[in-house]
């Protein structure tokens, strides 16, 4: 081993390790470490496991209340939907692997989310996504987006896991970096969740699973770097999965959960058995000793630092007390899976490893995990952006006719119908999906109950480059909203975090102030922050995304008979909008279609209004008051009445003042018909309700606005434009064909 200025840049390189870094290990240990402990230092204090700069500013978020059973620090996070009942759920990202191998890259994120849930002794019940990739009329993204489709619903499909939601975004600032974030939700009984906490010194260290290959070695520290032309090269730091012998695996250990002799249970993720070992044994207060000459492996010549590294699928590591071993081993043998005995836990609060005689790995646990070296990149609010902010996008000329352009939104592949994706995953499969893709969230009803849970993806990054705080603050809400559109009162948030490199000062900014955004929504609408991922490094060659932060949001209906969907549901109904009637361009879609620019103020958003809106949209539900709700999003009112019409089956026509006086047509119409303010949900309802609204709107003080009713064959904006339903369906239907 090289001393600590001798050693290259190509070694530190290869575990993503500065060299300040480095020689901060060899004074902690007071030696040089050898190449397995320095590939291994190199993984736990990657930024994908250590989260050495985003550590500091996720302490900002609210992780605790009334209903959360588990906050962040375990696989995944957990709360109560009563009848002695609890949520399990996560989202991560799967983002540079998908890059390299779409296909591979976006099942195995899958199945590593997938594990996160069973591993706590929960069912798996649901997978959602969240997609970004460059522009759909480009060949190299269509390749990335059919074999990332491909993956989650050939991993999902296979193991028997409905998939019912999610949102896929083009745009160009994803050309170089597509993002794949995968979230799964489980179902377990509050007794028998499951923690990963190592105990007992002397209980045994099963490994349960597939064989260990040398597929996803540097998995880790290849999603803590930049991506560059040289990528590629690292195809074999992506992992490759296998569904079938995932479900063996997952229907094993969820027969043991609650079990009295599993006394821990990890799944093996990034980093493979260094973090799992590392994590569970520190978690427990405790050491851990294993060895790499007892793991079954499917590649010959494996040596100890590409067991350790080794990110190969479909692997769990279990605590066992040595008596109960037998048994264990015994029932995994029913299912066909490797279980075998690679260690023990110790008291020493070290991990060490051994192949066969030989020590090749010392190191103690709590420089491993707690000291972490953290970074403190300099912050710096991005030049350029006050100008973009001042622009006026109601200034510019509208190039199109209302009616043409709310064609050519609902053609947009950012809104117009999921068909082409979601049908190619089987989200019926299990027979609990009441509310599928296609709305505004998923409906998955909890066996043995009345109640439902609802799920919900979303994120804005065009409102999040022009201001990431109030872009992430509103990611948080729109998910909120899809989930109340059903009759679900939000219960608790799982994030994805997605920048690029937070060396450059422009990007570590842009992460605060999205942490800032998220911390304020879901302290405002009292949604806790129970798990979730950050993924950073999202560069190309210098170029960064944009800001995404990716929000998932679990809600409960206590009956799912009340339960609502975004389709206009009968002839005749009255059509209002619940919310602000706002004209605010800024980031919108029509923006991107019209001007080819993001530019001017980001929607305004008031989170006591957002609550309140929430709030009287639920109660309205809950009463029976409401035949349809949809959350208005991207592409505005006009977008969203075009959808529920092509929902519902139904026409509409309604009429609204600002823009039934405009002679002749300008900007300031557009904004109306298609900008997207927040707080904001169109319904429909019998003519009998009105008043009983109308009343709950006072007390909610929110506004009411009465636009029209349900009917016909086209949909009509009083003097603005009259649209076929038939085309507006042609239309709608054609985004992604």
Known sequence: MSTATEISVAELAEVALTLEEYELAVEKL?????????????????????????????????????????????????????????????????????????????????????????????????????????????????????????????????????????????????????????????????????????????????????????????????????????????????????????????????????????????????????????????????????????????????????????????????????????????????????????????????????????????????????????????????????????EDPLAQSMPWTPGEALLKLLASPNIGSRRPVFRRYDHQVGDDTVIPPGGDAALVRVRGTTGAIALSTDGNARFAALDPRVGAAIAVCEAARNVVATGATPLAVTNCLNFGNPEKPQVFWQLQEAIEGIAEACRALDTPVVSGNVSLYNDSNGISIDPTAVIGVVGHIEDVEKRTTAGFAADGDKIALVGPLTAELGGSEYQRLAHDTNSGPRPELDLDLERRVQSFVLEAIAAGLLRSCHDLSDGGLATALAECCILGGWGASIAIEAVTGAVPINSEVAGILFGEGQSRFLISHAKEASISLQELAGRHQVPLTRLGATGGDHIQVDGAFEVALSDARAAYESALA
Request: net charge negative; with cysteine.
């Open 30 to 390: 007071d030696r040089q470490p050898n190449r397995v402990e320095l590939g291994i230092i190199g993984a736990l204090w990657s930024e994908h496991c250590g989260y050495k700069t985003s550590k500091p500013l996720l302490k900002r978020l609210p992780t605790t209340g009334e209903r959360v059973l588990q906050g962040p620090g375990e696989n995944a996070g957990a709360v109560d939907i009563g009848n002695g009942l609890a949520a399990v759920f996560k989202i991560e990202s799967h983002n540079h692997p998908s890059a390299i191998e779409p296909y591979q890259g976006a099942a195995t994120g899958v199945g590593g989310i997938l594990r996160d849930i069973f591993t706590m002794g929960a069912r798996p019940v649901a997978l959602l996504d969240s997609l970004r990739f460059g522009p759909y009329d480009e060949p190299k993204q269509r390749h990335l987006f059919d074999g990332v489709v491909a993956g989650i619903g050939g991993y999902g499909n296979c193991i028997g896991v409905p998939t019912v939601g999610g949102e896929v975004y083009f745009d160009e600032s994803y050309r170089y970096n597509c993002l794949v974030n995968a979230m799964c939700v489980g179902i377990i009984e509050h007794g028998k969740l499951t923690r990963a906490v190592a105990a007992g010194p002397g209980n045994a260290v099963m490994l349960v699973g597939a064989d260990t290959g040398r597929d996803g070695i540097h998995g880790a520290t290849f999603a803590s770097v930049e991506l560059s032309e040289t990528s590629a090269e690292r195809r074999p730091a992506v992992q490759v999965g296998n569904p079938f012998l995932e479900k063996c695996l997952m229907e094993a250990c969820l027969a043991l959960a609650g079990d009295p002799r599993v006394v821990a249970m990890q799944d093996l993720g990034a980093a493979g058995l260094t973090s799992s070992t590392a994590e569970l044994a520190h978690r427990g207060g405790c050491g851990i000793d294993i060895d790499v000459d007892h793991v079954s492996r499917r590649e010959s010549g494996m040596n100890a630092y590409e067991v350790m590294l080794s990110e190969s699928q479909e692997r769990m590591l279990l605590v066992v007390p040595p008596e109960h071993v037998g048994m264990i081993k015994e029932w995994f043998d029913r299912w066909d899976l490797h279980s075998d005995v690679i260690g023990m836990i110790t008291d020493s609060r070290h991990l060490v490893v051994r192949d066969s005689s030989a020590v090749v790995c010392d190191l103690p646990l709590d420089m491993l995990v707690d000291e972490v070296p953290l970074r403190h990149p300099e912050s710096l609010r991005p030049s350029g952006l006050s100008a973009l902010l001042r």
